[in-house]
């Protein structure tokens, strides 16, 4: 790999839990419908934009075919609106552990930081977190035609920040986002368990676990 000049983070799952929200308004909207999710389930929709993971549950609970286009967009957005308003009450005191002093880090030695986000909110949850202004460029997900696991959301990001991909250390807590990551030719870091990250040029099992350090020094040994 180049010399790594810049990191890409995803938001959900990664900067805050906000994932937790999400599998708390989709469990909801699931169950209006009678359909039941679990966390192991959870864990593919975690990275997926919001329609796909409306047919995924759908799928799940053999409905593929019960709703029109029109309902789906109607349930797509009754589940966004209960997400909006549970991230309301995200602050400052909700960045997970270890990133505020990471990314604090990664900007006093000059990396360039991104957000590689499927989500639509993403932009007012890093406001709300206080640390908006900290990344240098928020890809627009609507402007990205192909979703995670495809990696044309974090080679935008690559692009934005003008650094070639090789370049660039991603770090996500979804599978999806995984493979995404690797496809770019990126270097993966995983945050969660060894089986949903096995993929991953490494892994950590909490954000506390980040440091720049070990991911360098991983990145050298990886020699992707
Ligand atoms: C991703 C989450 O970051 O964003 C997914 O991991 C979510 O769970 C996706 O579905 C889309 O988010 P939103 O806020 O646009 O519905
Ligand atoms: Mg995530």
């Given at each position: 790999m180049a010399k790594i000049k810049a990191f890409i983070f995803d938001l959900d799952?990664?900067?805050?839990?906000?994932a937790e929200y999400h599998y708390h308004a989709w469990k909801n909207l699931a169950s209006e419908l009678g359909i039941n999710i679990d966390r192991e389930f959870n864990e593919k929709l975690k990275g997926i934009s919001r329609m796909d993971s409306l047919e995924r549950i759908l799928v799940h609970g053999n409905?593929?075919?019960?709703?029109?286009e029109k309902e789906k967009e109607q349930l797509a957005a009754k589940k966004n609106d209960e997400y909006v308003t549970l991230i309301e009450?995200?602050?400052?005191?909700?960045?997970?552990?270890?990133i505020a002093t990471l990314i604090d880090e990664l900007k006093s030695h000059g990396y360039q930081l991104a957000i590689a986000s499927a989500s639509k909110n993403a932009p007012a949850i890093l406001s709300y977190l206080g640390?908006?202004?900290?990344?240098?460029a928020i890809v627009?997900?609507?402007?990205?035609?192909k979703g995670k696991p495809d990696p044309a959301i974090f080679l935008e990001a690559a692009k934005l920040l003008k650094v070639e991909p090789d370049a660039c250390v991603g770090i996500e807590d979804a599978e999806a986002g995984i493979e995404s990551i690797n496809k770019a030719g990126m270097f993966s870091v995983g945050v969660g368990s060894e089986e949903a990250m096995k993929e991953a040029h490494y892994y950590v099992t909490?954000?506390?676990?980040?440091?720049l350090e070990q991911i360098l020094k991983e990145v050298e040994k990886a020699n992707v």
């Open positions: 799952g990664v900067i805050t839990d906000s409905q593929q075919d019960r709703y029109s009450q995200i602050s400052e005191k909700d960045i997970l552990p270890g640390i908006k202004e900290k990344f240098d627009d997900p609507s402007t990205i035609a909490s954000t506390a676990e980040l440091s």
